[in-house]
């Protein structure tokens, strides 16, 4: 079965601080790779996606997440975060398991000191 | 941009009590989703539903849950008895899905479920 680690509970930065959020998934097979993002009171909501072609993705609000297969692993960056970052952060992923489950990470809580 | 809504916001329930979450998933999406977090934990994936019928669930949805289509808008989970460790919040999805694995879930706002 799949499965997602990420490997920050809680991460705390100061604005303009470089941000990478890690994740590792398990599944032998084909899959697409999300980030999902919640801010306070809000929906979770798409940042970015992966499914084939390059494997660096540029996603909303400055955000890019790289997939390096050999690892298993699709983290998350920005260059430099805003106070306006803070949220929760999901890892996700999709695999072909025929009812399309997406299977989701422990979350990452993000806060950035303004 | 189209939304998926839930209702209720937030629900409390006596413990062995049935609850009925509603969902109105985007118009024109095929797969639905729900989705479950409770406080401090993952988001886990309970079940999907495509074509009227469920196409894969977790499991942790156990007899105790059904959903169901009633209509062409919404889309409804029950829980038949509540257990206090059926306090969460229950996120609906729903995806297009047309083309196979690259689709993003959309999330309706979630119901806060406390089973007292």
């Known amino acids: ?114 | 941009e189209p939304e998926v809504t839930q209702t209720p916001s937030h629900q409390v329930t006596q413990m062995g009590q049935e609850v009925i979450l509603r969902c109105v998933p985007i118009s024109n999406h095929l797969y639905f989703y729900w989705y479950r977090q409770i406080l401090g934990q993952k988001v886990e994936f309970l079940v999907s539903f495509y074509n009227n019928e469920i196409s894969e669930k977790s499991e942790i949805f156990d007899d105790q849950f059904s959903v169901e289509r009633p209509d062409g808008s919404n889309f409804t989970l029950k829980i038949r008895s509540t257990k206090l460790e059926d306090s969460a919040m229950y996120f609906c999805a729903s995806s297009e899905a047309s083309r196979g694995l690259n689709e993003k879930l959309f999330f309706g706002s979630g119901t806060q479920l406390s089973v007292l």
């Open chain 1, 1 to 114: 079965a799949q499965s997602v680690s990420q490997h920050n509970h809680h991460v705390i930065l100061s604005e303009a601080a470089s941000l990478e959020l890690g994740c590792n998934y398990s599944y032998g097979g084909t899959v697409n790779l999300f980030w999902y993002v919640q801010y306070p009171g809000q929906h979770l909501q798409l940042l970015l996606k992966y499914f084939s072609g390059d494997p660096l993705v540029k996603g909303i609000k400055g955000f890019e997440a790289e997939f390096i297969k050999s690892k298993f692993s699709f983290n998350l960056r920005k260059p430099s975060v805003q106070w306006s970052d803070t949220a929760e952060y999901f890892c996700a992923v999709m695999a072909n398991t025929g009812g399309f489950k997406t299977i989701f990470g422990a979350g990452t809580r993000l806060f950035v000191k303004a």
